[in-house]
């Protein structure tokens, strides 16, 4: 994170118009103790703007710890952003703050924490530990996500397990377990981890896998595929005319390639799951009664 942070302090005993600048929007103040310039906040997109602002929220509290998605954004691990996301802390003494010390932004919660550690100047769990806290809170789709970024990060499963494993008996260890079980280090995208973990909770009736080679396909990376046949690519409409040429190899290699967007797995994740059943389902019955 480059974007310079202001501490508010040591900035107004050598800035004699930062108030004055903070008034009239130069400065944006992120948190009680930090600022940004307005304009290096609105150049940033808004998963860096939420990164930022976790950040912040960090340097300016005493002893509170980043954790869960928070932790997961400072890391550089795989969330899908959305305007709802808070700031997620725990305090080391396993308490709550008093209620006039709580922010809207923020959500603390109560966590037996392990010593922190740094990054940006923050304080915040590691990347095994904050994959553990998105999954006990966000469900098995958050953590999936969190999960397959931090083994492309270079945290492997047996971390995830010890991680687990040290923390005793938790809330919704079910789902954790899950996540760590059907992590990969294989996923290209958040969305397509997304897609993942849509299909592995709707028990779909056929395998699905990451499908990692392909013969005389030179160039062609790994792509989600269902029963050996079916492979469904996540991709932008943006980015769709790039993907032209590797679908039509796929679809001569005998694959059927099914395209959705980010923006219809997010909007519509049940649509998503009932056209993936209808159009497999169809082609099937097709084939075999031809």
Not at 24 to 30: E, P, Q, V
Not at 89 to 110: C, F, G, Q, S, V
Request: hydrophobic share 40%; net charge positive; proline share 6%.
């Amino acid at each position: 994170m480059t974007t310079p942070l202001t501490n508010i302090d040591s900035i107004r005993a050598n800035h004699p118009t930062f108030w004055t600048d903070l008034k009239n929007g130069t400065y944006l103040k992120l948190a009680p103790r930090i600022a940004v310039r307005r304009d290096h906040y609105h150049c940033l997109d808004f998963p860096s703007q939420l990164c930022l602002r976790a950040i912040a929220a960090a340097r300016s509290a005493y002893t509170a710890v980043l954790i869960s998605k928070s932790a997961a954004r400072v890391h550089g691990l795989w969330v899908i952003a959305t305007a709802e996301e808070q700031i997620e802390m725990a305090l080391p003494t396993n308490t709550l703050p008093h209620k006039d010390r709580r922010r809207p932004e923020r959500i603390y919660r109560k966590a037996s924490l392990p010593e922190p550690v740094l990054v940006d100047g923050t304080r915040c769990v590691s990347k095994a530990r904050a994959v553990i806290d998105i999954a006990r809170y966000h469900g098995f789709r958050d953590g999936l996500i969190a999960a397959d970024s931090a083994l492309r990060a270079g945290v492997s499963r047996e971390e995830l397990t010890q991680e687990f494993a040290g923390m005793g008996r938790v809330r919704n260890s079910r789902i954790v377990r899950a996540v760590i079980h059907h992590a990969s280090e294989l996923s290209r995208s958040p969305y397509e981890s997304f897609a993942r973990a849509l299909i592995i909770e709707a028990d779909f009736p056929w395998p699905i896998f990451f499908k990692a080679q392909f013969k005389a396909l030179p160039g062609i990376t790994t792509a989600l595929c269902i029963n050996n046949a079916y492979l469904v690519d996540i991709v932008s409409a943006k980015a769709l005319p790039h993907q032209r040429e590797r679908h039509q190899l796929l679809r001569k290699a005998g694959f059927t390639v099914l395209c959705y967007s980010p923006r219809q797995l997010v909007d519509h994740p049940d649509r998503f799951l009932a056209d993936l059943t209808a159009t497999i389902s169809a082609r099937q019955k097709a084939a075999r009664s031809a």
